[in-house]
């Protein structure tokens, strides 16, 4: 009744049979024929069987609507496309259509069960579909013991077989173990078999027992002699492998697991790559023997892993750096000379040093480079100098700036093991250019301070030590590298912020300010030319007479270097740019009496100017950081009680100056005409404007006491003398610093006098041609002559 059920269950699906007309039943000893390609059903089967030519899918429609049973038939040529009845086997399965199913893209699946052979008798024609008569054949039921004997045998076999499969359907083992019948044992195992389609055709079609088992056991064996040797091979390999080609196999396996994901040419060709670069890079030995070590380390790591990329970069940086000298090239020192004045205008002493050094260079290839330090205020030319000093020695130039720097690590770098390390700013300024003797400028070394993480001004001192340079160990290589070719040039405002340690390592070259005359040789050879360039301008567009500068420098710039003065040019020359570029001038002539329209009113007056003479007022000479300055001391006296009262923001130093000039006066009082009871009854102040400007230092006393001295006897001091120097309370004059910054401070001041201490006579060569021509120097022993010469 199997079937009759199938048929209530899935009658709503079904539709009309295709090619319409037709839908009467076949006669009850006939069947509908559906030809299969390369499938046999066997009796007690359950096979899923693919359905699409549309008379087959005619013939399982009209057996379902009929309740019937369906033939399925091999076809001798599983190519053909529509199988005629020659064709087709004669043998074959009677089913039970289980099921019936059609996916959403129309192709059908039909679910049968083998019930029992049949044979065809004769085709029956009009149909769209095949039918046949047919004959079904009964399955042989003989018990002899022969066929007993066949069947354990069989069984036997495929027990085995099932158990050297990798995998058996559940249930399996059961069946074959239960099955009294040999024909049903014989159609199992010949079902799961995997034979082709015509062997098992002929084991369908042979219905003796006997043969039929026969047949069966024989193809079994042949598939049981392959499942044996394969467990065998498998066995004796697992057993025969050593380990050592056990890691040969996993390495193969590793290497195509590799290469499916796309991984194992990038590594190897990566790792060739680095060992090229190492053999390329000239390291020293232990250095490469490093790199080495850590080549094999990166040999033996997975690529995920983040050690991976941290001993990559390691060896990058390695091989990137430069450990091999160039060549050395010929030094041509004329031509250095040449390059340096080309590029700065005075400047003797340095470019002599740099010559000095040439020379030995080229007599001594081997020695060691010198560590110079330019000192001096803003705007001199100390970084453009290094530019071109590498220019003169032909060498590549690298800056690098320490303003601000406050962590050791931006020096020697930090340890690999922390996330993010890189080497210290030397040595990546030495990767950037690439040469291990090139010119190294470390900018603003004054500037840099202690942090929580070191001082970094400690750690300079191994960079900066001429003797224990060329093996200098950055944290992050952690092998030594030599600096010893480099020059290093340091550039500092102030030197008193650099420790002493590292202040004796280096050369200390100082650059003091330009004189007017200085002034106006850079100006018209550098500045104006630079300018001209920055803001468009033509070489015919524009004159700027010596006039116009000499203006400019006294008038509107008061400073050391030239920063000041090339950024008023550059106003003045934009003002030129805007008529040209308007059309309204094709030439622009700028000369002194255009600068008040242009520039706007003069910001410095000329000092002499300034001064009025009363009783108690000098000028004193100070230097400061940017260059030298004129400064009045004041002094007046007012009925009081004997205090001495000091405003100005003068520093620690500048108020016992003061006090040592008073107490100086006090003690001459009576040399100079003074009455002693005067300092009971007055207080005495005194004053130094630009009281928002901080000074400090000794060299105002001499200008003190002269004031002093002045007020007390009511003198007026000379309006062409300026002074310096430090008193003792023994009267005694005392040399100060800053003498060549004072002298051309003077001399801009518009000064003709100057008294200076006579132990600084020995600065007197320092001081600029042009200055000494304008000045008439006064060299004092004691402070007394300081009074005889100021107050006439």
């Excluded at 199997?2 to 009850?28: C, K």
Aim: hydrophobic content about 40%.
């Amino acid at each position: 009744m199997h079937h009759h059920q199938a048929h209530r269950l899935f009658a709503p699906d079904l539709g009309p049979a295709p090619g319409g007309g037709d839908g009467a039943s076949l006669p009850p000893d006939a069947l509908a024929i559906l030809p299969v390609r390369d499938t046999v059903l066997f009796p007690g089967a359950v096979l899923p069987i693919a359905v699409g030519r549309p008379s087959s899918v005619a013939a399982v429609q009209h057996a379902m609507r009929d309740g019937q049973q369906i033939g399925v038939l091999l076809q001798r040529d599983p190519q053909s496309p529509e199988p005629g009845t020659a064709d087709l086997y004669r043998t074959g399965t009677v089913a039970n259509v289980l099921r019936w199913l059609t996916a959403p893209d129309g192709t059908h699946q039909l679910v049968c069960q083998g019930v029992q052979r049949f044979r065809t008798l004769d085709w029956i024609s009009g149909r769209p579909f095949l039918a046949a008569g047919i004959v079904r054949l009964d399955e042989p039921d003989q018990r002899t013991t022969e066929i007993e004997a066949r069947v354990m045998h069989l069984r036997g076999q495929a027990l085995e077989a099932l158990r050297l499969l990798p995998q058996v359907p559940e249930g399996l083992v059961n069946t074959v173990q239960t099955l009294e019948s040999g024909a049903a044992l014989a159609d199992l195992v010949a079902g799961y078999m995997d034979l082709a389609a015509a062997e098992k055709q002929e084991i369908l079609e042979t219905l003796e027992l006997v043969p039929r088992l026969d047949r069966v056991s024989a193809a079994l064996a042949g598939r049981l002699e392959v499942l044996r040797l394969n467990a065998e091979i498998g066995q004796r390999t697992r057993a025969s492998l050593d380990a050592r080609q056990r890691e040969m196999l996993l390495r193969e396996q590793m290497a195509s697991i590799q290469k499916q994901l796309g991984e194992d040419d990038g590594k190897s060709v990566e790792l060739k790559e680095l060992t090229e670069a190492i053999e390329k890079a000239g390291m020293p030995a232990e250095v490469e023997a490093a790199a080495r070590k850590e080549l094999r380390r990166l040999e033996r790591m997975p690529e995920a892993s983040p050690e991976h990329g941290m001993i990559r970069g390691y060896l990058d940086w390695m091989t990137d750096l430069p450990w091999r000298l160039p060549e050395e090239r010929p030094i041509d020192i004329a031509e250095a000379r040449r390059i340096l004045d080309e590029d700065h205008f005075g400047l003797g002493r340095i470019k002599q040093r740099i010559v000095e050094y040439l020379a030995v260079r080229k007599l001594a290839p081997q020695g060691k480079a010198p560590i110079l330090c330019f000192a001096g205020p803003p705007g001199v030319g100390k970084t453009s100098l290094g530019q071109s000093i590498a220019r003169a020695m032909g060498r590549p130039f690298v800056r690098v700036s320490l303003g601000g720097v406050h962590d050791e690590a931006e020096i020697r770098g930090h340890r690999r093991t922390y996330i993010g390390a890189l080497p210290g700013n030397i040595l990546q300024a030495i990767r950037k250019v690439h040469a291990r003797d090139c010119v190294m400028m470390l900018d603003e070394i004054d500037k840099m301070g202690r942090g929580i993480q070191g001082d970094p001004s400690a750690a300079m001192l191994e960079v900066l030590d001429p003797e224990q340079n060329d093996s200098f160990r950055d944290n992050y290589l952690g092998v030594p590298f030599d600096l010893s070719r480099v020059v290093f040039i340091a550039t500092a405002n102030m030197l008193d912020t650099i420790p002493g340690p590292l202040r004796d390592r280096m050369e200390i070259i100082e650059l003091t300010g330009y004189t007017e005359a200085e002034k106006l040789q850079i100006a018209r050879r550098y500045l104006v030319r630079r300018q001209r360039e920055a803001n468009g301008l033509q070489p015919g567009q524009l004159e700027i007479t010596d006039e116009a500068l000499r203006a400019i420098i006294q008038d509107y710039t008061r400073e050391a270097g030239v920063r000041g003065l090339e950024r008023e040019i550059g106003r003045a020359l934009r003002h030129a740019a805007v008529r040209i570029a308007e059309g309204s001038a094709t030439t622009v002539r700028i000369g002194a009496e255009d600068l008040g329209g242009i520039l706007g009113p003069r910001r410095f007056e000329s000092e002499v100017a300034l001064r009025t003479s009363v009783p108690g007022v000098v000028t004193g000479l100070a230097w400061t950081p940017v260059g030298g300055d004129i400064l009045f001391i004041e002094a007046t006296r007012t009925p009081g009680g004997g205090r001495l009262i000091l405003t100005g923001q003068l520093g620690e130093v500048m108020r016992e100056s003061a006090q040592a000039a008073l107490s100086l006066v006090k003690s001459r009082a009576v040399e100079f005409g003074i009455d002693p009871a005067l300092f009971e009854r007055s207080d005495i102040h005194i004053h130094v404007p630009a009281g928002a400007t901080p000074k400090d230092g000794p060299s105002a006393g001499v200008a003190m006491f002269t004031a002093l001295v002045s007020l007390l006897t009511n003198r007026t001091v000379r309006q062409d003398t300026a002074m310096t120097g430090e008193i003792s309370l023994r009267g005694l004059v005392l040399p100060v610093g800053g003498i060549r910054e004072k002298a051309v401070a003077a001399a801009r001041a518009g000064l003709t006098r100057v008294l200076m201490p006579a132990r600084n006579r020995k600065d007197y060569e320092e001081i600029p041609e042009d200055a000494r021509n304008r000045l008439e120097f006064v060299w004092l022993e004691r402070a007394e002559e300081a009074v005889a010469q100021a107050l006439g």
